[in-house]
T-cell receptor, first 106, second 115 residues
Framework: DAKTTQPNSMESNEEEPVHLPCNHS???????IHWYRQLPSQGPEYVIH???SNVNNRMASLAIAEDRKSSTLILHRATLRDAAVYYC???????FGQGTELSVKP | SAVISQKPSRDICQRGTSLTIQCQVD?????MFWYRQQPGQSLTLIATANQGSEATYESGFVIDKFPISRPNLTFSTLTVSNMSPEDSSIYLCSVGLRGVGDEQFFGPGTRLTVL
């Protein structure tokens, strides 16, 4: 399974963009890159996923490096509700690493 | 999307006993999974629940300790057997609508405390 590296924690101000990085240098050529987040006291929820091209949805954007060895989740305007642990998962099976704990300041 | 319910939502059990956790989905799904989240930790995949056949367990998890049933495409159970305090965790069920690698939806979890 591909090893992932994410910052343990990040801080953002409300209404500012947030870029959450993830390194996955050993990713398999056919595995999608998934991002999930876990709000306090809840189960994880899907955020976005992609294979090679950058992806956008109503929650976030996903920028994938050309060599696929890293990706960045972009929250365009952070809100207090976005405070959560964000997991980058470059596997077919959802194998969770430690993730990045994002805090959002008002 | 899928709506997932789990029973019980929480329980406090004595060591040496067993608890069965139920996971019910509001629609037929291809994949069902069970995870454990120990206090302050990330999620660990226990097994994939296969409909009509034995579950597929991840390294470190065995059927005798965590027997799983999946009698149909909307329901699964996970039993935590012969419990010890180290089994105190949140147990989560998740489902994939299509296949491995597809978006997964998670249940609210069952918070288990073993005394």
């Amino acid at each position: 399974d591909a090893k992932t590296t994410q910052p343990n924690s990040m801080e953002s101000n409300e209404e500012e963009p947030v870029h959450l990085p993830c390194n996955h240098s050993t990713i398999s050529g056919t595995d999608y890159i998934h991002w999930y987040r876990q709000l306090p006291s809840q189960g994880p929820e899907y955020v976005i996923h992609g294979l090679t091209s950058n992806v956008n949805n109503r929650m976030a954007s996903l920028a994938i490096a050309e060599d696929r060895k890293s990706s960045t989740l972009i929250l365009h305007r952070a809100t207090l509700r976005d405070a959560a642990v964000y997991y980058c998962i470059p596997h077919k099976k959802l194998i969770f690493g430690q993730g990045t704990e994002l805090s959002v300041k008002p | 999307s899928a709506v997932i319910s789990q029973k019980p939502s929480r329980d406090i059990c004595q060591r040496g006993t067993s608890l069965t956790i139920q996971c019910q989905v509001d629609s037929q799904v291809t994949m069902m999974f069970w995870y454990r989240q120990q206090p302050g930790q990330s999620l660990t995949l226990i097994a994939t629940a296969n409909q009509g056949s034995e579950a597929t367990y991840e390294s470190g998890f065995v059927i005798d300790k965590f027997p799983i049933s999946r009698p149909n495409l909307t329901f699964s159970t996970l039993t935590v057997s012969n419990m010890s305090p180290e089994d105190s965790s949140i147990y989560l069920c998740s489902v994939g609508l299509r296949g491995v690698g597809d978006e997964q939806f998670f249940g609210p979890g069952t918070r288990l405390t073993v005394l």
